[in-house]
């Protein structure tokens, strides 16, 4: 069973700690596996991208000072790709760092020592980021999956439809009569799941699925 079946209580989440001061790292993991997550430390950024990572809900607690690469590299490394939200917990700051790393996507900047609630708080508001990221992720797999089911007809129909066509124009359109137009719509609305022609718009707007064009007369 995948991540993304498991039941959200189930979802344990899970905290890298990149940091290379060992008793960091050992304070971090301590208190983080007490608040019951699951936690990853690593040393380097090298570390990092070595360390195994389940597919679960998680985030990144990320030193600016690193030995192989400054954390402002690895945050833009990694922005290449998928990535957990990232929380920066430095010794060394400074206002244009702090400004940088929050223009690039970090959750929070803070610094050490910082309270145990603050970086709890931290922890829960981008591991919730990433949980939101995950659904939105499945529930994109799971729209192109209903698409992939229609017939090339049905997939010709539903920009129509959603486009905001009536079922005459869209008919007209296509070439076809009113009425098989309306049972291509109505199979549409089956495959795809959709309860309502709203709930159908913004299904197709997460696919991006191109709209008709409309001319005026």
């Known amino acids: 069973m995948s991540g993304a079946d498991l ?4 979802m344990k989440p ?12 050992e304070a971090l993991d301590q208190m983080l596996t ?3 997550m699951g936690v990853v430390t690593c040393a380097s950024a090298s570390d990092y991208f070595c360390a195994p990572k389940p597919d679960l809900p998680s985030c990144l607690i990320l030193d600016v000072a690193l030995p192989d690469a400054s954390g402002l590299d690895l945050q833009q490394q990694l922005s290449a790709g998928d990535h ?25 900047f803070l610094t050490k020592p910082c309270r145990k609630a603050d970086l709890l708080a931290a922890i829960e508001n981008a591991v919730a980021q990433d949980r939101h990221v995950r659904a939105e992720k499945v529930e994109r797999m799971r729209l192109k999956y209903r ?8 997939q010709e129909v539903l920009p129509l439809i959603v486009g905001g066509l009536l079922n005459k124009q869209a008919a007209d359109k296509l070439g076809i009569s009113e009425t098989t137009l309306q049972i291509h719509r109505s199979r549409v609305m ?17 696919l991006a699925v191109p709209l008709p064009r409309t001319t005026s007369h």
């Open 190 to 206: 089956r495959k795809m799941e959709a309860e309502s022609l709203a709930q159908l718009v913004r299904m197709a707007g997460k």
């Open 147 to 154: 698409h992939s089911c229609l017939t090339p007809r049905e």
């Open 34 to 36: 007490l608040a019951g």
């Open 84 to 108: 957990p939200p990232i929380i920066f917990l430095t010794g060394a700051s400074d206002i244009p760092t702090c400004v940088r790393a929050i223009k690039a996507g970090a959750v929070d």
């Open 7 to 10: 039941p959200e209580f189930a």
């Open 14 to 25: 899970t905290v890298y700690v990149v940091d290379d001061d060992a008793d960091i790292r």
